[in-house]
């Protein structure tokens, strides 16, 4: 499906030539191999010092201590892990044949996930009172919005593994709210009349948060409902991203987004799937609109990111961590290995925007450019025609 030129990855970029020149006067116009984990730089602006960027990348399968239980795993980067990023959190949950990620909601955030590996059954009620279930597999999306009731049930014989990202950086996955959290913590009596149940029969209840529990292996085809005339949901819950993204190829890598434009009910964040290739870039560039949240799949690289009054930091980043990049901040990404380097990624808008710095600059008349950098009308000519997004 074509996109436009504006409105998803730039189609302009410098050209080579351009930029070695360019250098000279203006040296964040280049990618410059980074070989050490960490490059930062430190200037004085109109008020005097500015303070180093903060660290924005984060091992979140390595460095949080997470959930663990027979039933599976989960592992989150909140701001308590990962300060920068105030506007998105987010879990790697795995789950083990026959467990389910107990019925539950969320107060202060939306849920979005990636399936990763595996196969995963959702179920989910809406305010209006129809509900939803719905099979994933490797490359799916769900969403559900914030407060919506649900849960997540591995299916079939073999492991299922996904990421979880939610539109609040203070969101904990270990405090949300938990229906056997909940009626553990009622009497018995209460639960009864609620219920119609006997008393005896929460009396023998656990007195704690299940989170994680163990039971029958789920499978294909459902059970039915225990009121099978509750209507189902008008709303998708599930987009296939891998196979229905909107795609775009470019000399160095490949795209696949998701909007709330194509999957109407992801109204708080747009996702993109992103692979680049052995020593390529993805074009310096900003979100105007979002910060931006990125997990890296598999591979390494070096992610870069300017924050104004001269601060520039280069942080590399490899397969299991997480990186966040506020908004208007001008970054770029550079694959240092010898594999693809493959990263899901999310913006807390409901639809992308860009501004790449090679759009930017071929949008402005040949002699300003030429005055700004100091190069040659030759040299200017050329920036309009280089590879585009990725190369």
């Given at each position: 499906m074509a996109t436009t030129r504006r409105g998803f990855i730039s189609a302009a970029s410098l050209s080579t030539f351009g930029l070695v020149t360019a250098a000279t006067s203006l040296n964040l116009l280049i990618p410059q191999k980074a070989d050490a984990a960490v490059k930062s730089t430190v200037k004085k602006g109109p008020d005097g010092p500015q303070a180093e960027l903060e660290d924005f990348v984060?091992?979140?399968?390595?460095?949080?201590?997470?959930?663990?239980?027979?039933?599976?795993?989960?592992?989150?980067?909140?701001?308590?892990?990962?300060?920068?990023?105030?506007?998105?959190?987010?879990?790697?949950?795995?789950?083990?044949?026959?467990?389910?990620?107990?019925?539950?909601?969320?107060?202060?955030?939306?849920?979005?996930?990636?399936?990763?590996?595996g196969k995963v059954r959702t179920t989910v009620v809406s305010p209006d009172g129809t509900t939803s279930t719905d099979d994933f597999e490797k490359g799916d999306i769900w969403y559900f919005p914030k407060g919506h009731g649900h849960c997540l049930q591995c299916l079939g014989d073999e492991h299922c593994l996904f990421l979880l990202g939610f539109d609040n950086g203070h969101f904990s996955e270990f405090g949300t709210f938990s229906s056997t959290d909940w009626i553990s913590h009622i009497s018995p009596e209460i639960m009864a009349r609620n219920s119609g149940l006997s008393a005896s029969t929460f009396a023998a209840f656990l007195h704690k948060e299940l989170y994680i529990g163990t039971g029958k292996i789920?499978?294909?085809?459902?059970?039915?409902?225990?009121?099978?005339?509750?209507?189902?949901?008008?709303?998708?819950?599930?987009?296939?991203?891998?196979?229905?993204?909107?795609?775009?190829?470019?000399?160095?890598?490949?795209?696949?987004?998701?909007?709330?434009k194509e999957f109407p009910i992801q109204t708080t964040l747009t996702a993109l799937r992103m692979d680049i290739e052995p020593g390529a870039i993805r074009e310096l560039h900003w979100h105007p609109n979002a910060d931006e949240w990125q997990y890296v799949m598999s591979g390494k690289g070096n992610l870069s990111i300017f924050g104004s009054h001269g601060r520039v930091k280069t942080m590399a980043y490899k397969k299991g961590m997480v990186s966040f990049i506020k908004q208007g901040y001008g970054h770029y990404i550079e694959n240092t290995g010898t594999e693809?380097?493959?990263?899901?990624?999310?913006?807390?808008?409901?639809?992308?925007?860009?501004?790449?710095?090679?759009?930017?600059?071929?949008?402005?008349?040949?002699?300003?450019?030429?005055?700004?950098?100091?190069?040659?009308?030759?040299?200017?000519?050329?920036l309009a025609h280089h590879k585009k997004g990725i190369f």
């Amino acid at each position: 499906m074509a996109t436009t030129r504006r409105g998803f990855i730039s189609a302009a970029s410098l050209s080579t030539f351009g930029l070695v020149t360019a250098a000279t006067s203006l040296n964040l116009l280049i990618p410059q191999k980074a070989d050490a984990a960490v490059k930062s730089t430190v200037k004085k602006g109109p008020d005097g010092p500015q303070a180093e960027l903060e660290d924005f990348v984060y091992d979140i399968e390595n460095g949080s201590t997470g959930w663990t239980g027979t039933g599976g795993t989960a592992k989150e980067a909140t701001v308590e892990e990962f300060p920068v990023s105030q506007s998105i959190a987010a879990v790697i949950m795995r789950l083990n044949p026959g467990s389910f990620r107990e019925l539950h909601w969320h107060s202060i955030a939306a849920e979005w996930a990636y399936i990763l590996e595996g196969k995963v059954r959702t179920t989910v009620v809406s305010p209006d009172g129809t509900t939803s279930t719905d099979d994933f597999e490797k490359g799916d999306i769900w969403y559900f919005p914030k407060g919506h009731g649900h849960c997540l049930q591995c299916l079939g014989d073999e492991h299922c593994l996904f990421l979880l990202g939610f539109d609040n950086g203070h969101f904990s996955e270990f405090g949300t709210f938990s229906s056997t959290d909940w009626i553990s913590h009622i009497s018995p009596e209460i639960m009864a009349r609620n219920s119609g149940l006997s008393a005896s029969t929460f009396a023998a209840f656990l007195h704690k948060e299940l989170y994680i529990g163990t039971g029958k292996i789920a499978t294909a085809p459902r059970q039915q409902n225990l009121d099978p005339d509750i209507p189902t949901s008008s709303s998708a819950h599930k987009f296939r991203m891998e196979k229905d993204g909107i795609f775009q190829q470019f000399a160095g890598g490949s795209t696949r987004k998701v909007s709330s434009k194509e999957f109407p009910i992801q109204t708080t964040l747009t996702a993109l799937r992103m692979d680049i290739e052995p020593g390529a870039i993805r074009e310096l560039h900003w979100h105007p609109n979002a910060d931006e949240w990125q997990y890296v799949m598999s591979g390494k690289g070096n992610l870069s990111i300017f924050g104004s009054h001269g601060r520039v930091k280069t942080m590399a980043y490899k397969k299991g961590m997480v990186s966040f990049i506020k908004q208007g901040y001008g970054h770029y990404i550079e694959n240092t290995g010898t594999e693809t380097l493959k990263l899901i990624i999310l913006f807390n808008a409901p639809e992308y925007q860009e501004i790449s710095l090679n759009d930017w600059l071929s949008a402005n008349p040949a002699q300003l450019v030429q005055d700004h950098f100091g190069i040659t009308p030759a040299q200017t000519a050329t920036l309009a025609h280089h590879k585009k997004g990725i190369f």
